[in-house]
């Protein structure tokens, strides 16, 4: 099996961010269609990936990022989006607890105006520390918040479950943070 990271690092890119890229767009709930994408990406990047491909590209991805419609005709990314769509989120209520890793160098900002969605639609929040702490690392030197969900939830703040089960809310005031238990 050739390894497909890279392609599916660049439909990461064009099904949250820029589907304009390949000069296609997405519907209102993030679809694209599975043609249209799989040829944009092959014109724009000269390779020549098929159905088969994305397929298992879709099957095989680390963290599910990617879902098709039931007859496969459409595909959109679970979360994640800045372009401004509707995935059809579910809400959910969340876990007394959840965490939210960032870099270092975000922690004061964050400590005075919580934690905000900045390019995204959502601020995402994991259900453990071990992945916040990996998701904290791609901003240099991690720093891990707890975020008291439960109380947050109680107190009338919507959560959402992604469909490859990433905590989702629009923000998180400072007071709802915290930095140990
Ligand atoms: C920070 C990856 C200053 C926030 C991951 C984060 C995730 C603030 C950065 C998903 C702030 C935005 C999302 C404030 C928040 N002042 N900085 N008030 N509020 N920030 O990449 O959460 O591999 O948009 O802490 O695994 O790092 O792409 O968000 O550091 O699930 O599928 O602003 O992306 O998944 O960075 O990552 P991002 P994120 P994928």
């Known amino acids: 099996m050739a390894d497909y990271k890279k392609t599916s690092v660049f439909i990461s890119l064009i099904l949250r961010h820029k589907p304009e890229t390949i000069g296609i767009s997405l519907d209102e709930h993030g679809w694209a269609k599975t043609d249209e994408l799989i040829e944009g990406i092959n014109k724009t990047k000269g390779c020549s990936i098929d159905f088969d491909v994305l397929s298992e590209i879709v099957r095989t991805d680390g963290k599910q990022r990617y879902s098709f419609n039931e007859d496969k005709t ?3 990314a679970n979360q994640g989006h ?7 989120l579910k809400e959910a209520e969340p876990p007394e607890q959840l965490f939210h890793g960032t870099g270092e160098r975000f922690v004061p900002a964050i400590r005075k ?3 905000k969605p900045q390019s ?3 601020v995402h929040l ?3 520390k071990e992945t916040a ?4 690392a791609r901003h240099g030197k991690p720093h891990v918040f707890f975020v008291h969900s439960g109380k ?3 107190a009338g703040y919507k959560f959402y479950l992604s469909e490859n089960g990433v905590w989702l ?4 005031p400072p007071e709802f943070l915290g930095e140990r238990l």
Do not use: F, Q
Request: proline residues 0%; without cysteine; charged residues 45%.
């Open 120 to 122: 995204r639609l959502y």
């Open 126 to 128: 994991s259900k453990d």
């Open 74 to 76: 459409k595909i959109r």
């Open 169 to 172: 809310t629009k923000s998180v």
């Open 82 to 88: 800045s372009v401004k769509v509707d995935v059809e």
């Open 133 to 136: 702490e990996k998701v904290g």
């Open 113 to 115: 105006e919580g934690l």
């Open 152 to 154: 947050m939830y109680r």
